[in-house]
Structures are given as C-alpha cells and as structure tokens.
C-alpha cells in the first residue's frame, strides 16, 4: 500500500508537473507571438487634391523578428477634418479631406506607429492683370491670364488646370487654359476656378477691332420676301412646264 501510495504521489506530481511546464510554454510562446514593434508602409502620405487615396499597410513584428500578422491594428487619425481612415484589419485607406497635418496611428496593445499626413490643396487662386480689354479681331485670339495657384500655408501650387468663365457669355468666353475669347461688344467680368478655388472678378471690355470685310453685311429690308419671290417664281415655272408635256400628248 505504501509503495502504491508513493507511486500515486508521484505520477500526480509529474502531472502537475507537466501541466505547469506545458502552461509556461504556453505563455512563453504568446510572449514570443506578442508584437515588439510595428511597420508602417509607406511612412509617410502627402495629398495634393481633396478625396485623394492613398493605401497603409501595417507589419506587426514579434521581439525575435518574427512577423505576427495575426494580430491586428486599432486605426486612428489624429485629425479627421484632414485625414480619414477607413479599411480592414491591418490594410487600410487613407483619404485626404481637408488642408493641414495629421498623424494615422496603429496601435496594438501597448505598441503603436504612426506616420505623417500632409494635404496641401489649392486654397486662393491669384490672377493677373486686375483689367483686361478683349478685341474681336478678323481672326479670333484670346487672351491669357496670369494665375498663381496657393495652398492654404501661402505656398505656390503648380501643374493644376485653371478653368476661366465670363459671367456674361454674350461678352466673353472662357476655357481650360485660363484664357479669355471675345463675342461681342460689350462689359462684364470672368474668374478662374482652380479645383473649387475662386478667383476675385476681373473686369473684362470688348470692342469690335474687326475690318470692314470681316464684319457681317447690313441686311436691308425684308429677306424673307426675296426667297418667297423665287419660290413662286420656280412654281409657275414648273407648272407651266408641265402643262407643255400635257399638250404634247
């Protein structure tokens, strides 16, 4: 009875034994699996357009080197009035909404990244010169505005299209290019638009620098009645035509 009492103590010993190694394992190899540090790519965004995307993905990263792609980010943007985040697990969309800086933030546990985000959009648009005078010339020719392009720090924004509108159209037309097209005598003003950024108004005269030839003629009387003259004329013709062949016959 002894010796079976001892050899119970012992298995039991070496149960609990095992289960405590087992359990150490355990915790030893989730303390292996738990993220040291975390990888951002790309490190850092900058937008030039309001809505512009732009893709993060997150490494997390055991303290051997191991990658632990299962554990997963808590996203946050430190500014959502100048960058959102939206997306799935560790792969997410970053959209610029507004100008100014803002950090995106991921965050596992008691370890987090973050990389920079930068929007520069086009806040005031400049247009030189202040007056301008179209002339309608026998061959059409605009004129082209000067347009300088800032973001919301002051700073130049270049390469963006620059839309030009006349308030009067009767007047003046604009296009894509930030010029001006004379149509008729006249006054009115145009601006230029850049990505929803308005220009101040710039007053717009045209005059009629056209020659003689070029100018449509004077029309004297009533058109409509020379037209109907031939018309008639060319129906009797017919008729009296076809009344020959009848006789004919």
């Not at 985040?85 to 546990?109: E, F, H, M, Q, Y």
Request: hydrophobic share 40%; proline share 6%.
């Amino acid at each position: 009875m002894r010796v079976h009492r001892t050899l119970v103590r012992s298995f039991d010993y070496d149960v609990r034994m095992t289960n405590r190694a087992l359990a150490l394992s355990l915790l030893l190899a989730a303390a292996c699996d738990k993220p040291a540090r975390v990888e951002l790519q790309p490190t850092s965004l900058r937008f030039g357009v309001r809505g512009q995307t732009a893709k993060v993905h997150a490494a997390p990263f055991a303290r051997s080197g191991k990658p632990v792609p299962d554990q997963i980010c808590r996203w946050s943007s430190s500014d959502e009035k100048v960058a959102t985040i939206a997306g799935p697990a560790n792969d997410v969309v970053v959209t610029a909404v507004g100008p100014g800086s803002a950090r995106v933030r991921c965050t596992i546990g008691d370890v987090a990244a973050e990389l920079e985000v930068l929007v520069r959009v086009v806040a005031k648009v400049a247009v030189t010169p202040e007056k301008v005078e179209l002339r309608m010339l026998d061959e059409p020719a605009p004129v082209a505005l000067q347009v300088m392009a800032q973001d919301d720090t002051g700073a130049p924004v270049p390469g963006r299209t620059a839309f030009s509108r006349c308030a009067n159209e009767e007047v003046c037309r604009g296009d894509g290019r930030a010029q001006l097209w004379a149509v008729a005598p006249g006054d009115t003003t145009a601006v230029v638009e850049v990505e929803g950024a308005r220009s101040a108004e710039v007053a717009v005269h045209v005059v009629d620098a056209r020659s003689a030839a070029a100018k449509p003629k004077a029309v004297k009387g009533n058109p409509m009645e020379a037209v109907e003259r031939d018309f008639l004329k060319k129906q009797a013709e017919e008729k009296k035509a076809q009344e020959k062949r009848s006789d004919g016959k």
